[in-house]
């Protein structure tokens, strides 16, 4: 399994995704996972990539976050969770996808 933690410096939700991935994975007993992490520096980077905003997390190259009206650039991200929107899926949400 490849996992992916794209980021951008100006948005602070990316590190409490980090965690929640490092913690999903840990419960799962999949330490042979490593997160790949990659800063997204540039516009032009951001639309290389495909970046719908930071965090955004891929597992095998695909994004199970995304709605379809994401849009691409340097922004942060929102995410529905049951306690309401977040700035990173919740644990149990990762649990699912990373299931």
Excluded at 14 to 36: F, I, N, P
Aim: proline letters at 5%; hydrophobic letters at 40%.
């Amino acid at each position: 399994m490849r996992v992916e933690l794209l980021y951008f410096d100006g948005c602070p939700n990316w590190k409490v995704a980090d965690d929640r991935l490092t913690q999903a994975l840990a419960e799962l007993g999949r330490d042979d996972v490593v997160v790949e992490r990659h800063r997204v520096e540039t516009p032009a980077q951001a639309e290389e990539l495909a970046f719908t905003g930071s965090p955004t997390i891929r597992i095998d190259g695909t994004d199970p976050f995304a709605t379809g009206q994401e849009q691409v650039g340097l922004a942060c991200r929102v995410y529905a969770t049951q306690a309401g929107l977040g700035g990173s899926p919740d644990t149990a949400q990762l649990l699912a996808v990373l299931s």
